[in-house]
């Protein structure tokens, strides 16, 4: 007798679950597959006047990126100076200027609907993990934390807690090997450019 094949059993029904309930473990996944789709089908030929101020907010982002992952020790201590003085979650919003920045280099009409759909879909409930998760290490003192620090959006005035801090490449590197990722962007950034008859 055939057994039927179970969709649990292929982890289709596992991927279905995620989708629906548990979306922030795969936003690095999805926003990684996404910018190489625009990469890839970039025509910056379309648009040439946009790569230049598109390479400049994706070279924002890197840089924030790289700031934001010198401070973090992830779990370990609460990260309040440098870059998470001004908004709780720097690492995405680092991801939210590289990624339209790269929509802008790339020339494709709808490469911000593909940037909207991931934020829409990955980022709130990210963002609602992450917080549930510090304030579940960190309690009083991640509350006081978030009380004063918006969690994506910076805001205009100047923050009470210190923009400096100890920022370290080798946190850089060990937090997410974030200075790789930042060559590998720079790459990808060059290869777009490389399109540009």
């Known amino acids: 007798m055939v057994r039927p094949i179970r969709l649990s059993s292929l982890g289709f029904g596992k991927l279905v679950e995620d989708t629906l309930r548990r979306r922030h473990r795969h936003r690095q996944f999805v926003g990684i597959v996404a ?3 625009i990469v890839v ?3 910056p030929w379309h648009a040439p006047g946009l790569f230049w101020p598109g390479a400049v907010l994706a070279g924002a982002g ?3 990126r790289l700031w934001a992952s010198g401070h973090v020790k992830k779990d370990k201590e609460l990260a309040t100076g440098g870059p998470y003085a001004l908004v709780r979650h720097p690492l995405y919003l680092g991801n939210h200027l590289l990624f339209i920045g790269f929509c802008l280099t790339s020339g494709l009409w709808w490469s911000p609907l593909v940037w909207l759909g991931v934020t829409l879909l990955y980022y709130p409930p990210a963002i609602r993990h992450e917080d549930a998760k510090l304030e579940s290490l960190f309690g009083e003192a991640w509350r006081r934390w978030r009380a004063v620090t918006p969690a994506i959006v ?4 100047r923050p009470a807690a210190s923009l400096g ?3 370290s490449l080798a ?3 060990k937090a997410n090997g974030e200075p790789i990722i930042a060559a590998v962007l720079v790459a990808l950034l060059w290869v777009v450019h490389q399109r540009i008859p």
């Open 171 to 173: 946190q850089s590197l």
């Open 165 to 167: 801090g100890r920022w």
């Open 154 to 157: 910076p805001r205009l005035r």
């Open 41 to 43: 089908l970039s025509q």
């Open 35 to 37: 910018l190489l789709v």
């Open 62 to 64: 890197i840089a924030i």
